[in-house]
């Protein structure tokens, strides 16, 4: 029997159940926004299970999520994912973000101001129609002080969203 594998915006290495519920939610809208992302077999996976250039080279352990748009993959840090204790909606919102950062990447759009670059990511989640969810997730992480350098930058995105 023949098994044909889509990889269509990810290539879900660990099989998460987030990550394949989001593509069935959002691929549609997404995909016509941003068309490349179609293709792209995006490698998502968590640094507990699955392993690639962010694990071995860019663990810095300071965001639930990592992405690197140079080798097309996104990153969950599990320790920190499971104290921030997202709702399915706060997750979705942070995969759109974390989407937004590859796209603007590989169409050589990144802002070099950081800051501008992640509201840049944030909208992608705001266009979806999770800006609430996106703000709520930035909130968990700083009352839990995820990265204290900054909460101050955070606070300003969750302004800029609600
Ligand atoms: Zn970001």
Excluded at 47 to 64: L, V
Excluded at 123 to 145: E, F, H, P, R, T
């Amino acid at each position: 029997m023949t098994k044909y594998f889509h990889f269509m915006i990810f290539n879900n290495i660990n099989e998460l159940k987030v990550v394949a519920d989001f593509e069935a939610n959002f691929c549609g809208q997404l995909c016509g926004e941003y068309p490349e992302l179609t293709d792209m077999g995006i490698r998502i996976y968590t640094d507990k299970q699955g392993t690639g250039f962010i694990k071995q080279w860019d663990n810095s352990n300071n965001s639930p999520y990592t992405s690197n748009h140079a080798v097309t993959e996104i990153m969950r840090s599990e320790d920190i994912y499971n104290k921030c204790g997202f709702t399915e909606g706060e997750e979705f919102a942070i995969l759109a973000h974390e989407l937004g950062h590859i796209v603007s990447g590989k169409r050589g759009q990144k802002s070099e101001n950081n800051f501008q670059e992640e509201l840049n990511a944030d909208q992608v989640a705001a266009s979806l129609g999770l800006a609430s969810y996106m703000a709520s997730a930035i909130q968990k992480m700083i009352d839990l002080n995820i990265n204290p350098a900054n909460n101050g930058e955070m606070e300003r995105r969750i302004s800029a969203l609600i």
